[in-house]
């Protein structure tokens, strides 16, 4: 549907701030919608669709498009967590396509390392009660995915390192990037434990900060100046406990990313660059076999060895240096995921990480908690 | 936030939580489709019946997965435990030495309210 109705990324922004005790998250989330729009060169005044995913204050889109004073016909605020954005430009297509509405909003914002979240959890969601009375941290229950990876095909934590010393690889180019020193696998290794078999550089940064994106129609994307990204394939998907039946070596990207993939009408073998969402090296592995950049399994041997390094491996991912490396604002990686994708597709990336030639790439999200339920989110885009 | 205010807020599971102050360990069993379930709901995952019957456990299995968490003074051991009636669970593996556990060690329940002041169920190596 995607495909054959066409919308296109005119406009992106990423927050260059990752501290910002002085700006309150509306805030954050109104100068990423500024630096977006002007980065399309379209004005406040042509947004008519605005989606947002939970991140935003109060009554959430009412009180955003109140503090950003727009006239919105359509609007959605869907949050499966940390890949809602993605899912957010897909569902923004689908409303362009729809007729629902034209120039299509998306924020993220938020400022976790200056006003540490104190997530009050919701007496009334039911899986909670068998989880929060036990000691547990969201760090564990990834964990447990790696754990059992290793178990069921041999993974290594020098392989997981991997992920992290690309990343570094990336970031060190990235003036913005919260850690800019270049690692290496056994820096990964030296780093204390964690949650065992998780060490402290397996995991992302905690940022401030955020990011816009402007989704619009054909004929709208073609009278601006800026090159065109075009949607051309998404998918969804969401996977839980499953009534026990528990998978921890698999995610709901099996799914999103054969719809995505099967509606963008490519292979993975035809993305020159991806953006997978990295709260922690084991998400990046799990979502690579999943996408089917690689068999079920062979993940780490995918990754090994720079395999994801730009211009050294196969697969050059997260060029910003990622969550990993240089940002996690909100502690939702979504939006940075389609930011440096929509980069490199326009030739924009930094020139020591610009994929040649780069017309295809994928964005890919992972929200919520691999390892016990989560939502993923994908998008394919093309350079027009 | 307590266990007990998120079991008040759950009243379809209270016979899990009256056995479970009882030392007893129960699993959610649906009468219709004859398939057990976890975690615990009054309306079968499965087939949406809420002809839920909770039959007694042993409450026996061997670890699926587990992790160690280290960031703190005294590490916990965070565990998905495989029940011999097929269900995965998540919980705590409490009173071993981490080094000593690995994916297939045999645990059992045991119902210890340290780490809360509910009645959840935690397991110990077998």
Redesign the interface.
Known sequence: MVRDEQAYIVGAYEHPTRKAPDKSVAQLHAECAAGALADAGLTKDDVDGYFSAGDEPGFRPVSMVDFLNLKVRHCDFTDIGGSAPLQHIAHAAQAIAAGKCNVALVTLAGRPRSAPVNFQPDVTQPDLLWERPLRQSLLDIYALCARRHMYEYGTTSEQLAWIKVAASHHAQHNPHAMLRKLVTTEDVLASPMVSDPLHRLDCCVISDGGGAVVVTRPEIAKSLKRPRVKVIGSGEGIQGQSAGAVELTASAARQSGAIAFAEAGVQPSDIRYASIYDSFTITVLIALEDLGFCEKGQGGRFVADGNLISGVGQLPFNTDGGGLCSNHPAMRGGITKVIEAVRQLRGEADPAVQVKDCALALAHGTGWLMGTRHSSATLILERE | ?T?T??????PE?KPFWDAAADSRFVLPRCQQCH???????GIC??CLSTDIDWQESPGEGEI????????GNEP?V???VA?TE???????VVGAD?ATLS?GTRVKVIFNAA??E?P?P?FAVR
Do not use: E, K
């Not at chain 2, 097929?86 to 705590?92: A, E, K």
């Open positions: 936030m266990g205010d998120f079991i008040a807020h759950s599971t398939r057990t379930h976890w975690y615990p709901r995952p499965h699926h997965s587990f992790s160690v968490n280290r960031v916990y965070l565990a998905y029940l097929g269900p995965i669970m998540l919980t705590n981490p994916i780490a809360s509910v959840v935690l």
